[in-house]
T-cell receptor, first 114, second 114 residues
Framework: DTEVTQTPKHLVMGMTNKKSLKCEQHMGHRAMYWYKQKAKKPPELMFV???????INESVPSRFSPECPNSSLLNLHLHALQPEDSALYLC?????????????FGEGSWLTVV | AQSVSQHNHHVILSEAASLELGCNYSYGGTVNLFWYVQYPGQHLQLLLK??????LVKGIKGFEAEFIKSKFSFNLRKPSVQWSDTAEYFCAVNAGSGTYKYIFGTGTRLKVLA
């Protein structure tokens, strides 16, 4: 079983809605990630937090807003999404610092924008 | 920029056949290499990883991979596949130390016929 927990597993939202995806890990990892995965495609990096600070933003539209309240939690706030944003959103975590860190994924949140 | 290529997009094998999935990356420096598997409807799971040392790496479920630095390759192998190996396989590269960018290949969809 994955030690990265994501909620909700499924989410359907309208284009004017505001919703949030949540992620939690208790492995003591200090790097947390959001990836987006479309069907039959590889995961694409969106954001990386390191020690609760935003480290990487892969030019993600502002309708996606990440938040890292503490070292165990990562949120992705969603607002005014488009149907093409429908995808599997994966949270992941890893240790930080030296090379050789393995990234561990959660089961993902399936998002459908209608 | 780093990139990862998986040349086999779809592979169909009969049970007990041998498997080799290709993965090539483009990056001249030190890399950390991973193979992940995604069973239908499930999350990405780590199969094996290479950080340093013995270039022949053994993972879970009888999988192994060989890092050939001169060929920038990290091919995945299994001597005898099972029906339960039906899944999508992703190669991933993390370049050097202190970077949080894990680049995924496009994936290989493996179907094993019983």
């Amino acid at each position: 079983d994955t030690e990265v927990t994501q909620t909700p597993k499924h989410l359907v939202m309208g284009m004017t809605n505001k919703k949030s995806l949540k992620c939690e890990q208790h492995m003591g990892h200090r790097a947390m990630y959001w990836y987006k995965q479309k069907a039959k495609k590889p995961p694409e990096l969106m954001f990386v937090y390191s020690y609760e600070k935003l480290s990487i933003n892969e030019s993600v539209p502002s309708r996606f807003s990440p938040e890292c309240p503490n070292s165990s939690l990562l949120n992705l706030h969603l607002h005014a999404l488009q149907p093409e944003d429908s995808a599997l959103y994966l949270c992941a975590s890893s240790q930080t610092g030296s090379s050789g860190n393995t990234i561990y994924f959660g089961e993902g949140s399936w998002l459908t924008v209608v | 920029a780093q990139s990862v290529s998986q040349h086999n997009h779809h592979v169909i094998l009969s049970e007990a056949a041998s498997l080799e999935l290709g993965c090539n990356y483009s990056y001249g420096g030190t890399v950390n290499l991973f193979w992940y598997v995604q069973y239908p409807g499930q999350h990405l799971q780590l199969l094996l990883k290479y950080f340093s040392g013995d270039p022949l790496v053994k993972g879970i479920k009888g999988f192994e991979a060989e890092f050939i630095k001169s060929k920038f390759s990290f091919n995945l192998r299994k001597p005898s596949v099972q029906w339960s190996d039906t899944a999508e396989y992703f190669c991933a590269v993390n370049a050097g130390s202190g970077t949080y960018k894990y680049i995924f290949g496009t994936g290989t969809r493996l179907k094993v016929l019983a």
